[in-house]
């Protein structure tokens, strides 16, 4: 219970005729005397806090960015109206800043027996799992001089997922796939390394695509049609180490890779290859194994919401035989991880050729835009500077991917926008040749 800023105005408005003209305990009593009983008086009017019944409906789960709706509702069983303010309490970043206290509090009244909803609206900026804290209610009485306040536990939990930004290249990268396999009305045959079917040949096919067995068979010249081979195994692996946790604009490059891997998961799956997750540091954070082309993205999207950067130094020797021991059959591994010279050198070199003797290596990094505008400031001695730190970063990392290729590693180096397209256009080419 606590008295309102109502009752400490009139208290304070009475103070001033007890000053001059009756200063001492009797001009007080006679201000102070009502003014108690009418407080004790509104709180007992005032409607219980503890019978209150609340429950929560809504949205459990909301993509980054976007707004959550959840749904309160509470219950008045006592015979006496509620007039209540309710404040509707979840962690910070459930809120852009500055909007917390509109958006977590309410005002309502409820009738005797009667029931109200009222709706908060999340709108999170960081991925996740967001836990409400608990539901305080002050109940005021008819004059409202004096409140009841108490708070009750409502539990509920909203999974902030990762905003998949990068969903805006899959048409397009899908009318490329479907290029590939020569399902378009396009002047192609198909590319690819895998046996389709058999079709009458047509002027500009490729001579050294006729099947003559079959054309012996019948009286038309047949050519042989290819696809891009089906049914591989995909295993995306999240770095999620130290250098995970860097911060290449307003993001940690971790978020940039998971949208990359979303992308091409989603590309993966709907060109009937098999995707499954690896996310690794010193220990497995997160695998996702064994779904089917329709599960797989909502799987992917719901693990990586709860992943964050570790700040310990990988280890390579450890996310190496996790890889060979998730996919044991030859598969495509695709690396999110950094493309620093000493992570690479001391880590990943090392270890490198038992993933490469198995499978097709294939690794992604999130490169910073600031360095290359650094690396074209001119104007004074300190852009100068800049410039050349910025070359010999950039060197290093050329350098870095050089010894990556000749191990036969496809290395994709792009800023964060850019890396989830660039990473599906090498994974297409990769298909294309036939090296999956």
Excluded at 66 to 90: E, F, K, M, Q, V
Aim: a positive charge; proline letters at 7%; glycine letters at 8%.
């Amino acid at each position: 219970m606590a008295p309102t800023g109502r009752a400490a105005l009139l208290a304070a408005l009475g103070s001033l005729p007890v000053g001059i003209w009756e200063p001492g305990w009797t001009g007080i009593l006679a201000v102070n005397a009502p003014l108690a009983v009418a407080c004790a008086c509104d709180y007992v009017l005032a409607a219980p806090v503890r019978r209150l019944g609340l429950t929560r409906s809504g949205d459990t789960s909301v993509r980054l960015g976007d707004t959550a709706d959840l749904t309160l509702t509470i219950t008045n069983p006592s015979g006496r109206p509620l007039r209540a303010r309710i404040r509707d309490a979840w962690p910070p970043s459930s809120w852009r800043p500055g909007t917390e206290v509109a958006a977590s509090r309410h005002r309502l009244v409820i009738p005797p027996g009667e029931r109200r909803r009222v709706i908060t609206r999340l709108r999170p900026t960081r991925r996740g799992d967001r836990r409400s804290d608990r539901v305080t209610v002050r109940s005021y009485g008819p004059l409202g001089l004096f409140a009841r306040q108490g708070s009750h536990k409502v539990p509920w939990t909203v999974r902030v997922l990762p905003p998949f930004t990068s969903r805006k290249h899959l048409p397009s990268k899908l009318a490329r796939l479907r290029e590939l396999d020569g399902r378009t009305s396009v002047l192609t045959r198909g590319e690819g390394t895998e046996f389709d079917s058999l079709r009458e040949y047509v002027p500009g096919d490729d001579t050294r695509s006729i099947d003559w067995r079959a054309t012996a068979r019948q009286s038309a010249v047949a050519v042989r049609t290819w696809r891009p081979e089906r049914d591989r195994h995909i295993l995306l692996v999240l770095d999620t180490g130290r250098t995970s946790a860097g911060r290449v604009g307003d993001a940690p490059r971790l978020d940039a890779s998971m949208d990359a891997a979303l992308l091409l998961g989603a590309l993966a799956s709907r060109a009937g290859d098999r995707v499954d997750l690896l996310a690794y540091d010193r220990r497995l954070r997160a695998l996702v194994q064994g779904r089917t082309a329709g599960d797989v993205l909502p799987a992917l999207v719901s693990t990586m919401a709860t992943l964050e950067p570790e700040l310990v130094e990988t280890d390579a020797r450890g996310l190496a035989a996790t890889a060979l021991r998730t996919s044991p059959r030859r598969s495509l591994i695709v690396l999110l991880t950094t493309l620093d010279a000493a992570p690479i050198e001391e880590g990943l070199l090392p270890v490198l050729g038992r993933l490469t003797q198995r499978h097709t290596v294939l690794l992604a990094s999130v490169a910073d835009p600031h360095i290359a505008g650094m690396a074209t400031a001119r104007g004074d001695a300190d852009a100068v500077y800049q410039a050349a730190a910025a070359a010999q970063a950039q060197a290093e990392r050329d350098r870095t991917a050089e010894q990556l290729r000749r191990r036969g590693v496809t290395v994709v180096d792009a800023t964060p926008d850019e890396l989830a397209p660039a990473l599906a256009d090498a994974y297409l080419a990769l298909k294309s040749a036939g090296r999956l």
